[in-house]
């Protein structure tokens, strides 16, 4: 496609399941993100990859998120045991491997724990 | 710790000038960006500076200040559309960029 695709759009969870959020980047993106956004700030970094290896974690704030690219294009970000606190919008974004151009980020995915 | 500072909100008038300043104090420095960011949008991207100085794209221009930790974004002849929040975001190192909270700005007509 054309853009980020992220799905789903939006997910109702109730405390202690477990969520599973896909990305499907922009076809010759190598480099993945994840960003956490909560309402009236900004986008908090999570993870990056670079192809199928992550390189960056020290975002996610528990051991509860993960994070896989495992060939190196579409990527699921899982948190287990959703907390209410884990409410926010999770945006994924990719880019080439020089960020010159910015990146491009999906639509997100709104996750609510109720 | 990474700190980035933008105003909470700003508004102006239609066809008017407007100036967003961010201050930052991060670990690392590889570049900042300048996002805009429609409510309950995603961002999109709308300029990059490594270089001191100013970079103009169109009515779009963004000002950097290593020395100082200081960037702004110029928008002129402002249009409702430019209604938004714009978010300052500093890559720190390859792969991990840290934004600030945003500047929601609003146009009147």
């Known amino acids: 496609g054309a853009g980020v695709s992220q799905s789903p759009r939006y997910k109702v969870a109730k405390r202690g399941q477990d969520v599973a959020l896909r990305c499907d980047p922009i076809s010759g993106h190598v480099s993945l993100f994840w960003y956490q956004q909560a309402l009236g700030q900004g986008p908090e970094f999570l993870t990056y990859f670079q192809n199928e290896a992550q390189l960056d974690k020290s975002g996610l704030p528990s051991d509860r998120f993960f994070a896989e690219r495992p060939e190196g294009s579409v990527s699921t970000l899982k948190i287990q045991r959703t907390q209410q606190e884990d409410s926010a919008v999770y945006l994924c974004?990719?880019?080439?491997?020089?960020?010159?151009?910015?990146?491009?980020f999906g639509s997100g995915t709104r996750l609510t724990v109720v | 710790g990474q700190n980035i500072d933008q105003p909470t909100e700003m508004t102006a008038t239609e066809g008017a000038i407007v100036q967003i300043n961010c201050t930052y104090q991060t670990s690392g420095f590889n570049g900042l960006f300048w996002y805009q960011q429609h409510a309950g949008e995603a961002p999109t991207f709308l300029s990059y500076n490594v270089l001191d100085g100013l970079e103009e794209k169109g009515r779009f221009s963004s000002f950097l200040s290593r020395s100082k930790g200081y960037s702004y974004l110029l928008l002129k002849e402002l249009q409702m559309k430019d209604s938004a929040s714009y978010l300052c975001?500093?890559?720190?190192?390859?792969?991990?960029?840290?934004f600030g909270d945003g500047t929601t700005l609003t146009v009147k007509p």
């Open positions: 975001a500093v890559e720190e190192n390859a792969g991990k960029s840290t």
């Open positions: 974004a990719s880019s080439l491997a020089r960020t010159v151009y910015g990146y491009t």
